[in-house]
């Protein structure tokens, strides 16, 4: 499989795809796939017809992403992969247009079943807070084990309008409530998760909670005034510093790293995390320096590279609050893992990552963390 990595900066969408072609066109005479990450600057009514029109196929998929891996550069643009198959590799889309429809769950866990050898990249969007418990129902529906071959991420957007933009592009169609998947057959590969943090402090439980939102803990303590006295003295506060200090669940079934949640929202009587929380959950506030989670990037970029030798592409999805974390060090993420695994890299910063538990019993949507995949043809 050859894979390679372009970027356009253009304002114009229909420049900056332009600009692609071209570049795509001194290097590959034929391709069988497109895959691209477009940044929500661009809206997203005229995508598909525009990707369409400029390339003449519908072997493509699209989504919103405000930054980018273009190999060991971020990039806030359009960025697209380029795959062409040299052996027996192929790509298979599969998407939903609306995760609320009766049908959708069981649509999706009969293809993952019936395709249950094959590599799946999933990419959805927000879906109104709701994405990440339908990832939690499909998990209970899979009926095959280790569940070790799904990986991707909830495309990251801007809002406008009191609209967020986190929309894919498929098929000449606009996803404002789904998802797509990219099913990869006759390919090895291999999927890590990178963490870093660690649990600080007293350990709380979750008294009261409501999807998303956390409401009391311990014995009906309000969660949202203990927050609000983290940030008392600031002058300004942001809720971003307190991407910092995820909570960290501690619930030991819940397998491959405890399960990280970012903070969204504070509100008067609830805090509003970036994933949903349980009630009896126990958790603890989290923290990890910059160097403490390159330190794991590094990590798993070895133990990829361990079992995918020379891959011919990696894909990486890295948590916004993560780069947020990362500060100015947050370049050295995808440079580390194309130096370690020498290929081409894609993938974006995500408002949630998909991936296994630790046992492979079960799909799970993680804050904070990167999930590295490396891919060869077989």
Known sequence: MIVEVFSSNKKSFFFALKELKDKIDKRFDSYDFLIFSIHPKYGY???????EKIFQ?????GFHAVNTFENENIVEGVVVAVIKFEKEGRINLFYVEDIDKEDSLEKTSNYLNTFKDKLHVIIGGLCK???????????????YWPIKNIIGGI???NEENNEMLTYQFVDNIVIKNGFFILTFDNVEYNIEVALGFKPYGITYEIKKADGYKLYTVDDGKNFSYIVQNFLRDFENPDIRYLWYCPINILDEEDGYVATLRTFKEIGKDYVEFFGQIKEGQHFKLSFATPEELLEEDLKIAKQTKSIINYPDFAINFSCIARQYVLEDKQNQEPEIYTSVLNCPLFGFFTFGEIGPDKHYKKLKLYNETSLLLAVKER
Request: net charge negative; hydrophobic share 35%.
């Open 57 to 61: 196929t519908n072997n493509y998929a």
């Open 45 to 51: 009514q005229d995508l598909p017809y525009l990707i």
């Open 129 to 143: 807070e709701k994405f990440g418990l339908f990832i939690e129902k499909l998990s209970e529906n899979l009926n």
């Open 155 to 157: 495309s990251s957007g």
